[in-house]
């Protein structure tokens, strides 16, 4: 079924649409060159409701947004916890744990070091975080072994997919909310396909190692230990506590195992960060008040990063709305899944790439598009991660990225040649997952 003509045509003719899409072009440059994301999202939303002379409509999605306790309880909580992981050092006792026996694997080694990684990434959310901890580690095992430093650089950047199987991963308490489902649920949901991912991008990863041979037994010439800035990342444990090293799984482990053997206790995101903290606090025997005052500080980051950017493309999705740019999207895919599911693999992809922020990628189009996916023959949950998994594919696919730098400087390298090689095995996986949603 195609749109009413009729309607597409009045839709042009308004000076408003054409502003929008004017300010659209000078927002993703904005991006390009670095400015504030909060604020660059901010402005324009703004903007474009003056434009549309209904600048209240601004103003409503920001209390809105602002005052979602849902997501505020989840991130706010889990970012908490990572600050408690990252005080207490238990994210390194577990990035050792699970690199120790990588040492004598030769080959194998770059699958198997993108298995370890993409399974830390469930405990360790951010990027660029996940690149400084297990950075230095993997890299220099990977040279060690025979790779080349670009290459290890990304299979460390390439394996943070399987982040999407932690229930207090933003993207996922913030599309569970849109389609109003329980957040395991959601998880559940998308799972199988998560896991599948992981192997799908080291299976292209390898296959490139190879193509771009990536491995010499003996080494690549100026490729050394010595070459590599160790420094750029933690100094991880010499040996591993597992009571230390289980403290970052454990809430993941908690909302798992409750949701499957007793789903009427209901355990929320918040409760199970706050289970974690407690055995921490146990275990490792840290000072009380440093643990509390840096869980509350990882909450207010969380608030003020990560909530405050769902805010900010809450309201330039407003903006979108108020110039009747939504309406004439929304009108344009009724009846045409397909198209549907194209902007969502393509659009977060090539603004992810082009700005270095998955994050802004995803959460604006999910934002304003995903929400009507009923309308184009589609589910939210399905739309939502296919635009969330070409997001974080195109932040892995630019060199402007935080995390891609941090990879990149760790290896030594450029990060246009470790891009060189991520970006092939992410569009790879990109197709493979458009084709089975």
């Not at 054409?18 to 901010?42: D, F, G, H, Q």
């Not at 297990?134 to 990304?154: C, D, E, K, N, Q």
């Not at 490792?284 to 405050?308: C, E, H, Q, W």
Request: with cysteine; hydrophobic share 55%.
């Amino acid at each position: 079924m195609r749109p009413d003509s009729r309607f597409i045509k009045a839709s042009f003719m308004t000076w408003t649409f054409w502003a929008a899409l004017v300010i659209v072009v000078l927002t993703i440059a904005a991006l390009i060159k670095r400015y504030e994301t909060r604020l660059v999202l901010l402005t324009a939303g703004f903007v474009m409701t003056l434009l549309a002379f209904d600048p209240m409509a601004a103003f409503k999605q920001f209390d809105k947004s602002m005052t979602n306790a849902s997501l505020i309880i989840a991130i706010c909580s889990s970012m908490g916890f990572a600050g408690v992981m990252s005080l207490t050092k238990c994210d390194l006792h577990l990035v050792s744990l699970l690199t120790k026996p990588l040492r004598t694997l030769g080959v194998l080694l770059l699958p198997c070091c993108m298995l370890v990684t993409g399974f830390i990434s469930v405990a360790i959310s951010s990027f660029a975080g996940l690149c400084a901890a297990v950075g230095p580690t993997m890299i220099i095992l990977m040279v060690r072994a025979g790779f080349h430093p670009a290459i290890a650089a990304a299979a460390v950047a390439g394996s943070t997919v399987p982040g999407f199987l932690s229930p207090g991963t933003s993207h996922n308490v913030f599309i569970s909310k849109l389609a109003d489902m329980p957040i395991m649920d959601y998880i559940y949901a998308t799972a199988p396909r998560t896991i599948g991912l992981l192997f799908v991008i080291t299976a292209f990863m390898t296959v490139l190692c190879f193509a771009y041979k990536d491995y010499k037994k003996g080494g690549f010439e100026g490729a050394s230990i010595a070459g590599i800035d160790v420094s750029k990342g933690p100094e991880l444990p010499e040996k591993a506590n597992l009571l230390f090293a289980f403290a970052p799984l454990l809430p993941v482990v908690i909302l798992f195992v409750v949701s499957l053997t007793w789903p009427e206790l209901k355990m929320s995101v918040a409760t199970a960060m706050l289970i974690g903290m407690l055995y921490t606090l146990v275990v490792t025997r840290s000072d009380p008040a440093d643990v509390m005052k840096k869980f509350f500080d990882g909450m207010g980051r969380g608030y003020g990063n990560i909530l405050g950017l769902i805010i900010a493309a809450g309201v330039f999705a407003a903006g979108l709305r108020t110039c009747g740019v939504i309406d004439l999207f929304v009108e344009y895919l009724k009846g045409s899944s397909e198209i549907a599911k194209i902007g969502a693999a393509v659009g977060p992809l090539v603004l992810g790439i082009m700005t270095g922020s998955g994050d802004a990628a995803a959460f604006a189009f999910n934002e304003a598009v995903t929400v009507h996916a009923p309308e184009f023959g589609l589910t939210i949950p399905d739309l939502g991660y296919l635009a969330i998994v070409s997001a974080t594919l195109g932040r892995v696919t630019s060199p402007i990225a935080a995390g891609m730098i941090v990879i990149a400087g760790i290896a030594n390298v450029s990060p246009l040649d470790v891009v060189k090689r991520t970006a092939i095995a992410n569009i790879g996986t990109l197709i493979v997952l458009y084709m089975i949603s």
